[in-house]
Each structure stands twice: as structure tokens, then as C-alpha cells.
């Protein structure tokens, strides 16, 4: 199970890398494609959160 979750993580952090700067970088004319960018990131980025904490829960 450790393994699911360490590749959850490292596969959510890659997301949030890689739609944050879609976010940051999107014209400011398409407000569509810069919102759906950064709500994407923001789900890597808790996803990625909560499955580092519950592998640091674990290794201890």
C-alpha cells in the first residue's frame, strides 16, 4: 500500500508542477483555461499533501 501511495504522491506533485504553470502562464485573455489550470493545481497540490503526511505517518 506504501507504494500506491508514494506513487499518488509523487504523480500529484507533478500535476501540481506542471497545471501551476499552465496557470501562471496562460494568456490573461482566456480566464477560462487560467482558472481550470489552477483548480487542477490545487487539487495536485492537496492530493499531493495529504499522501506525503500519510507516508510520513507511516515511516515513523
Same mark, same amino acid.
Not at 500535476?15 to 490573461?28: I, V
Given at each position: 500500500?506504501?507504494?500506491?501511495?508514494?506513487?499518488?504522491?509523487?504523480?500529484?506533485?507533478?500535476? !501540481?508542477?506542471? !497545471?501551476?504553470?499552465?496557470?501562471?502562464?496562460?494568456?490573461?485573455?482566456?480566464?477560462?483555461?487560467?482558472?481550470?489550470?489552477?483548480?487542477?493545481?490545487?487539487?495536485?497540490?492537496?492530493?499531493?499533501?495529504?499522501?506525503?503526511?500519510?507516508?510520513?505517518?507511516?515511516?515513523?
Amino acid at each position: 500500500m506504501n507504494k500506491v501511495i508514494a506513487l499518488v504522491c509523487v504523480v500529484s506533485w507533478a500535476g !501540481f508542477w506542471s !497545471f501551476g504553470y499552465l496557470a501562471l502562464s496562460a494568456n490573461s485573455a482566456d480566464s477560462h483555461q487560467m482558472t481550470v489550470a489552477a483548480l487542477l493545481a490545487a487539487i495536485g497540490f492537496l492530493t499531493g499533501t495529504f499522501t506525503y503526511m500519510a507516508l510520513a505517518r507511516k515511516i515513523r
